[in-house]
């Protein structure tokens, strides 16, 4: 699986790049079909709140997911997406794997 970490307009720690890899590099226990993660972190510094963001695009076959994360830090905006993401991966796996049970043999 392959991750593509995009700061958007600052730069990042090597630190935060290594949690963040490896934080959604654990989500292919939860759908085995995901050929490649891009990730964006935003800090939204146009606000008083400072708030963070994380937006995740999984490439799966079919349809690809989209997740996005939000957090006072980049940490807990990660945290956030990659709950939201193992929750839907975990579904659209489930689907599959129900489609292909129900199928009527030839």
Do not use: W
């Not at 695009?57 to 956030?80: E, H, R, Y």
């Amino acid at each position: 699986m392959d991750i593509t970490l995009e700061p958007v307009d600052f730069n990042i720690s090597q630190e935060l790049n290594d949690h963040v890899r490896d934080m959604f590099n654990k989500l292919s226990k939860y759908n085995d079909q995901i050929v490649g993660i891009d990730l964006y972190l935003k800090s939204n510094a146009q606000n008083d709140d400072r708030e963070k963001t994380v937006e995740a695009k999984f490439f799966l076959p079919g349809n690809d997911l989209f997740v996005t994360g939000k957090g006072d830090s980049f940490v807990k905006a990660a945290q956030d997406c990659y709950d939201t993401a193992k929750s839907n991966l975990s579904r659209i796996k489930e689907k599959v794997k129900d489609r292909h049970q129900n199928r009527p043999d030839k």
